[in-house]
């Protein structure tokens, strides 16, 4: 086996546990069926594009977004993990080289990013199964969606367990952070109904533009906007995504 | 052969210098103990022979590697216990044994077998199904330690391993250690318990401030700088005269201590013993215990780590 391969066979092993599903499975299903069936009563329908969705369908694809952010948590976990139990001087004492390292969690936060979107897809399905627009477009969006996020928000992940050493810090602040992003979102609600400054807000988080992709994937509502979005992602995925690797590769020993 | 062949290393840390200057010859097949007071340079020097960190100027060769330019290729070939701990905290233990032969590529089927040696060896088998992160610190070092031998490996490193061991679990290690020795491993150790370098080691090289100041087998250390013995004489009362009347023996370094308890190091022992046990009968001064003891690894140590501290040097 390949040095990478065998680092990703142990990254999934070390963090796929019970905790982990609870989070990143049984979790999101709760919500999406509590609060997309209570909500349901509050918001009749929300205009999307040139279509109109019932609440839990959005809020159903709303949460594969969310839950692809959430899975890149895994990657921060890991390098933080490996820098204060010791692993991360063991490993590179080992037959690795860094890059082994690095990628091998780039790639772990893309295995995760892509069966937790699926697996919310599938189970989400009945919800939007109504509206879903099948189209050319639908799986190529959410594979697109299920890579970016993951390298976006992996990044960000790994910039920050990059930069703390303290426990407490750095579950504070990454809770902070993607607690932030996924409520100034339109993950869970429509920008349209929210006050102005809301609204603008939600259009300066990643995951906003997240959702709208894949929302876009599935039910069929591809515009120019989509297309904006899709570009700047990729854009800021890209850029956070070579400072979390310079970061990684001048980690100090 | 030569394991490890290291000419002039330095390592420097801004203005703090942790290794000044030291050259290594390890031959192969055998324990090279590496002796130091904290700070001494040991772990800094493990880091930079492991390839972990560079150093910062002088050359090493590791089984014969440049260790600067092909670390990768000499990492395939060592195993490396690191001072710091080191552990997966939510796999159980003998899950960690498996994962870490994983981690090396060791097929499944030797991986089983080995691990089942291993939690034998080093007694695991009460804890096998802990996690890593429920076990005792000594436990955990156990662990860390037995992981190691999940892959081959022509040299060996380890940091202080039997820190937190407890006497059974460390004579255990120490004789393992030496049987795998036998099979041909080479193997760095560094410490300060002087008993452990002396049970274990072939040869010795004591550091201090990043510099070495002597290699040689534990016996040949002793006869070159442990011909002394240190003699103690414990006196029913203070005698304040006394430094006067014992100022006149000559090749020995006698320290008065609290003034009934003296002690005495010198080399040509036994005349100066039998010189001052005369002046002491001579003016009725009596003795409450008296003993000689040859100089120990440990006092050999301290003395030169002393030395090498002394200002003018
Ligand atoms: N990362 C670092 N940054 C700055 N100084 C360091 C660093 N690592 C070690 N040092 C310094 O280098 C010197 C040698 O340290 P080293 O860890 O090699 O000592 P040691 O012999 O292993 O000591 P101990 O017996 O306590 O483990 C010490 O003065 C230490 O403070
Ligand atoms: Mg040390």
């Known amino acids: ?253 | 052969m030569s394991a490890i062949t290291a000419r002039s290393l330095h390592k420097s840390y801004g203005t703090i210098t942790a290794m000044d200057g030291i050259d290594l010859d390890v031959r192969s097949g055998h324990i090279f103990g590496f002796l130091g007071p904290n700070g001494a340079g040991k772990s800094t020097t493990i880091k930079i022979l492991t390839t972990l960190i560079p150093p910062t100027s002088g050359t090493v060769e590791v089984l014969g590697i440049n260790a600067v330019k092909h670390p990768l290729e000499i990492r395939k070939r060592i195993g490396v216990v690191l001072q710091q701990p080191s552990y997966e905290p939510n796999l159980s233990v003998e899950k960690s044994l498996e994962k870490y032969g994983m981690m090396w590529d060791i097929d499944r089927k030797i991986r089983k077998e080995r691990s089942e040696e291993l939690i034998d060896v080093f007694d695991l088998n009460e804890i096998r199904k802990r996690k890593n992160e429920d076990l005792s610190i000594g436990q955990r070092r156990r662990v860390q330690v037995a992981r190691e031998f999940m892959h081959e490996m022509d040299l060996l490193f380890l940091d202080e391993p039997t820190v937190g061991l407890d006497p059974t679990a460390r004579r255990k290690l120490l004789d393992y250690l030496k049987s795998k020795v036998k099979t041909g491993l080479t193997i760095f150790y560094t410490t300060h318990v002087l008993t452990e370098a002396e049970y274990l080691c072939d040869e010795i090289a004591v550091i201090n401030k990043g510099k070495i100041l002597a290699v040689d087998s534990p016996n040949n250390l002793k006869n070159t700088f442990g011909q002394e013995k240190t003699i103690t004489i414990h006196l029913l009362e203070r005698h304040d005269g006394l430094s006067g009347l014992l100022s006149g023996i000559s090749d020995c370094i006698i320290d008065f201590n609290t003034g009934t308890n003296i002690t005495i190091q010198s080399s040509k022992s036994e005349a100066v013993l039998s010189q001052i046990l005369q002046i002491l009968i001579e003016n009725n001064i009596s003795v409450e215990d008296l003993s000689a003891m040859p100089t120990t690894l440990e006092d050999i140590f301290l003395k030169m780590v002393k030395d090498s501290n002394a200002p003018n040097n």
Do not use: C
């Open chain 1, 1 to 253: 086996m390949h040095p990478t391969i065998r680092l990703i066979v142990r990254n999934l092993t070390i963090s796929i546990n019970p905790g982990f599903l609870v989070w990143q499975v049984i979790f999101p299903v709760i919500y999406i069926f509590v609060a997309g069936f209570a909500y349901t009563a509050l918001i009749k329908s929300v205009p999307f594009g040139n279509i109109t969705l019932d609440y839990p369908a959005f809020i159903a694809s709303g949460m594969i977004g969310f839950n692809i952010m959430n899975s890149t948590l895994v990657s921060g976990i890991i390098i933080w993990n490996d820098r204060r139990h010791g692993m991360f001087e063991q490993i590179l004492v080992g037959p690795f080289t860094r890059t082994n390292y690095i990628l091998s969690n780039v790639y772990t936060i893309g295995i995760v990013g892509i069966i937790s979107a699926a697996l919310i897809t599938a189970i989400g399905f009945p919800l939007f199964f109504t509206s879903v627009q099948f189209n050319a477009l639908t799986i190529p969006f959410l594979i697109f969606a299920s890579i970016t996020g993951s390298i976006l928000f992996g990044s960000i992940a790994s910039i920050i367990s990059t930069r703390l050493r303290s426990s407490e810090g750095f579950n504070v602040i990454i809770n902070t952070v993607f607690l932030f992003f996924a409520f100034v979102s339109t993950a869970f609600y429509p920008a349209s109904g929210a006050p102005q400054p809301l609204a603008t807000a939600f259009y300066l988080n990643p995951l906003t533009y997240l959702v709208d992709i894949i929302r876009a994937g599935i039910f069929g509502t591809f515009t120019e906007f989509v297309m904006i979005e899709m570009i700047v992602l990729v854009s800021i995925a890209v850029a956070l995504f070579i400072v979390a690797i310079r970061l990684l590769t001048k980690l100090d020993l």
